[in-house]
């Protein structure tokens, strides 16, 4: 006999966890589904960067949110799934949805959110023959600790919000901090953390790409990179002691693009939906980073917006005459017996 849960959610970052959680608020039956092998999806890139723009919160470490954002999904108990990727979904004769995966298991669910962030932990590597050899030394794609680099001479290519934040964090601790960006000036980031990083006293090296990794005597780790001028051509050397790349990830849209749903895509394979979170597919909603609509707030507090928003629309779908919205904590009575416990124990 099928299992079948209220509501599935694909990704626990923090759009699918706060999906979990309110979910449960509403009663539904909940599945959380995710690729990677831990929860908090890209938040595991940054665990050491403070977060500072979820309400209510002072700043803290990405890790410590993720710890604080899993407590709170697991309150009403989900069922969660890791190391499970979804690779295609179909509406059934009995309008159920069927979850396909990459192991051949089924899940099955009434409805669907899909919390897929800006795709699955994949980060794009350097484009240099033989760079692969020095991932075990000294070529990074994530910061897990900024100690590590501690004293260190850094290059770090890229300028999107990683790659910034990296930097920024960097600089009182390297030895120095140079920023390698193929473009003329920093777009993909907040202003205030641009402006905080050019008067760091980082040096940014702008129309310029890394086009060579030249090794220490031993071959083992990178000593010299080689970086181009993309307007003059020219070449010139920078010795290091470490090397982050930061290009971006590769977005896993074919659960999208060769869906047989006529979902409604972006040309960044974003689903455009509606305010209230829904997709152009009846039964499936979005939220967070792959979700796209005009009052869209990127933020993680946005995609706390988002997450109820589809839950509320979901809890509808499956009950028409249900309530639209959870009601508020201070007079939920699911909340009754966890008041007590919190405040006498």
């Known amino acids: ?130 760079a692969d050899r020095y991932e075990v030394s000294n070529l990074h794609y994530v910061v897990k600790s900024l100690r590590q680099f501690e004293g260190r001479h850094v290059v770090i290519s890229g300028g999107g919000n990683a790659a910034i934040d990296w930097a920024n964090e960097l600089a009182p601790l390297a030895a120095s901090v140079t920023v390698v960006y193929r473009k003329e000036a920093f777009t993909g980031a907040h202003e205030a953390q641009i402006e905080q990083l050019l008067n760091s006293g980082v040096k940014c090296l702008f129309n310029t790409t890394i086009c060579k990794l030249i090794a220490d005597a031993e071959g083992q780790a990178i000593d010299r990179v080689e970086v181009k001028d993309e307007l003059t051509g020219d070449k010139s050397e920078l010795t290091v002691d470490e090397v982050i790349i930061n290009h971006g990830y590769e977005i896993d849209a074919d659960l999208l693009q060769n869906s047989s749903f006529d979902f409604e895509l972006d040309e960044y394979s974003r689903v455009i939906g509606s305010d209230a979170s829904e997709t152009s597919v009846p039964g499936i909603f979005a939220a967070g980073d792959i979700l796209i609509h005009s009052s869209k707030v990127n933020l993680i507090a946005g995609c706390f917006h988002d997450a109820a928003n589809a839950v509320n629309r979901a809890k509808l779908y499956i009950e028409p005459t249900a309530e639209k919205v959870a009601m508020v904590s201070s007079h939920n009575e699911i909340f009754k017996e966890k008041n007590k416990e919190l405040l006498y124990s």
């Open 1 to 130: 006999m099928r299992d079948v849960f209220d509501i599935t959610i694909i990704g626990a970052g923090p759009a699918g966890l706060y999906s979990a959680f309110y979910s449960g608020l509403r009663g539904l039956k909940t599945k959380i589904l995710d690729a990677q092998q831990v929860l908090g999806g890209k938040l595991n890139v940054y665990m050491e960067k403070m977060v500072w723009d979820v309400g209510g919160q002072p700043p803290l470490p990405a890790a410590q949110l993720i710890e604080q954002l899993v407590k709170q999904a697991k309150t009403f108990h989900p069922t969660i799934h890791l190391s499970t990727k979804v690779t295609r979904i179909e509406r059934l004769e009995d309008e159920t949805f069927c979850l396909h995966t990459d192991s051949g298991e089924k899940h099955y669910s009434k409805t669907i959110v899909m919390a897929l962030g800006s795709g699955i932990l994949k980060p794009q590597k350097l484009a240099i023959e033989g």
